[in-house]
């Protein structure tokens, strides 16, 4: 068991290096003797774990992606959408450091590409069970919610006071998002 501890304990220090470095600079700027250098631990331990820092990161990515769908799954199947957004917020919150480590412009572009799929299949499934006239459109109602969503969210997670809970801002989206949908079902494919 000690030796699950030390493993755990060596991929969290070496987490927690690699996220602190992307702050200042892009991974590919990265080294693995920065990283190893900053976390106090041999080149050897580290390629134990690792290829590269961009399979490290990848694997911190993918942590972070298995967390969004853990507190998907505790959701009840028809769970009202605000409370999917505010559980969504309370896990970017828990995680706010590392969050806003992997959407800035130093993390891999494609993070956000992965979350949006992780949650585009789930938001789908719930307004087909209201659906629109213009089914034909949700893929570009939900890119069009999304982005907005990613981008108040980026601007939430930059403002260092955090002034809005959770709970706040999964009503201010849920308005925005239920509001942009209205819209959209009332539009005219004619």
Same mark, same amino acid.
């Given at each position: =068991?000690?030796?699950?501890?030390?493993?755990?304990?060596?991929?969290?220090?070496?987490?927690?290096?690699?996220?602190?470095?992307?702050?200042?600079?892009?991974?590919?700027?990265?080294?693995?003797?920065?990283?190893?250098?900053?976390?106090?631990?041999?080149?050897?331990?580290? &390629?134990?774990?690792?290829?590269?820092?961009?399979?490290?990161?990848?694997?911190?990515?993918?942590?972070?992606?298995?967390?969004?769908?853990?507190?998907?799954?505790?959701?009840?199947?028809?769970?009202?959408?605000?409370?999917?957004?505010?559980?969504?917020?309370?896990?970017?919150?828990?995680?706010?450091?590392?969050?806003?480590?992997?959407?800035?412009?130093?993390?891999?572009?494609?993070?956000?590409?992965?979350?949006?799929?992780?949650?585009?299949?789930?938001?789908?499934?719930?307004?087909? =069970?209201?659906?629109?006239?213009?089914? +034909?459109?949700?893929?570009?109602? &939900?890119? &069009?919610?999304?982005?907005?969503?990613?981008?108040?969210?980026?601007?939430?997670?930059?403002?260092?006071?955090?002034? &809005?809970?959770?709970?706040?801002?999964?009503?201010?989206? +849920?308005?925005?998002?239920?509001?942009?949908?209205?819209?959209?079902?009332?539009?005219?494919?004619?």
């Amino acid at each position: =068991m000690s030796t699950d501890r030390r493993v755990k304990y060596t991929k969290m220090v070496l987490k927690n290096s690699l996220i602190k470095l992307m702050q200042e600079k892009p991974i590919s700027r990265i080294t693995i003797k920065a990283i190893c250098e900053d976390a106090d631990v041999n080149r050897a331990t580290y &390629y134990s774990h690792y290829q590269d820092q961009f399979d490290q990161l990848n694997r911190i990515e993918m942590e972070f992606i298995d967390g969004i769908n853990e507190y998907l799954d505790s959701l009840a199947e028809n769970s009202a959408p605000e409370k999917v957004l505010e559980s969504l917020l309370k896990y970017i919150l828990d995680n706010r450091e590392l969050c806003y480590t992997l959407l800035s412009p130093n993390g891999d572009m494609r993070f956000e590409e992965k979350v949006s799929g992780v949650v585009r299949d789930r938001v789908i499934a719930v307004w087909r =069970m209201n659906p629109t006239k213009n089914q +034909n459109f949700e893929d570009y109602f &939900y890119t &069009y919610i999304l982005s907005g969503c990613v981008g108040i969210v980026k601007k939430w997670l930059n403002d260092g006071d955090m002034r &809005y809970t959770p709970q706040e801002f999964a009503k201010v989206l +849920n308005a925005f998002t239920a509001n942009t949908y209205g819209v959209a079902n009332g539009f005219d494919e004619n």
